[in-house]
Structures are given as C-alpha cells and as structure tokens.
C-alpha cells in the first residue's frame, strides 16, 4: 500500500509559477509510473505529466515547454514545477502512482488545489 500526499497549490496570478510536490510512503521504485493529473469544476481528470517506468517523460500538450516533472530519489517526492500559469490551468491537481511490480496495483493522492487569477 501506497500513501500519497500532494503539497503545494496555492493562488497564484497569471504568469506566475508554482512547484507542487508528491510525497510517497513508504517509498517509489525505480519501475514505477509517476503522474501527476488535474481536475478543473465540470470537466474530466486529465493527464498532465508522467514518468514512465522510471524512465520516459510525457507532458500534455497544454503544458509542454511549461511544466516540469521530475522526483528527487532521495526523498521519495515527486515534483511538478509549473511556469507561466494561466487561468487554464486552474484545477486541483493530483499524484498518481503506478506500481511496476504489479500494474494493477494504483495510488490517488488527496490533491491540491491550484487557482490561477488576477
């Protein structure tokens, strides 16, 4: 069993940047698929990055060149830097995890909540 836990959302005017962080407990393997997703009011969970099996990175198209997702080994946390926000990417945003020993086996932080207004 995975525990998620995301941090980092905040309000934040257009233009601006934010970094939301995952942390994961116990751990994150080497082999596990990490994303981060985003829900705005009325619409449906969206994929915004991953890293797949440790090792390819995807980004949405709607934040390519904006957003960056990394995880820092050491202290089992997942990243999304965001730049050059827009009132678009209001939503609140979630941690995903997907085991890569079993792929049955997927984790759903609480979210945090990101507003992007002037």
């Known amino acids: ?8 959302g905040d309000l ?8 939301l962080t995952c942390a994961a407990s116990p751990g994150i393997l080497n082999s596990d698929t990490l994303g981060w997703y985003r ?3 009325g619409k449906e969970r969206e994929v915004v990055a991953q890293i797949i099996n440790g090792r390819n990175v995807q980004y949405s198209d709607s934040v390519k060149g904006r957003f960056t997702i990394w995880r820092d080994r050491y202290r089992e946390t997942v990243h999304l830097q965001m730049s050059r926000l827009q009132p678009d990417d209001t939503a609140t945003y979630y941690c995903h995890l997907v085991s890569g020993l079993n792929s049955d086996k997927k984790y759903w932080g609480p979210g945090t909540q990101v507003t992007v207004s002037s």
Request: hydrophobic share 25%.
């Open 12 to 19: 934040v005017q257009p233009g601006g940047s934010l970094n």
């Open 39 to 41: 829900q705005a009011p």
């Open 1 to 8: 069993q995975v525990q998620l836990e995301e941090s980092g």
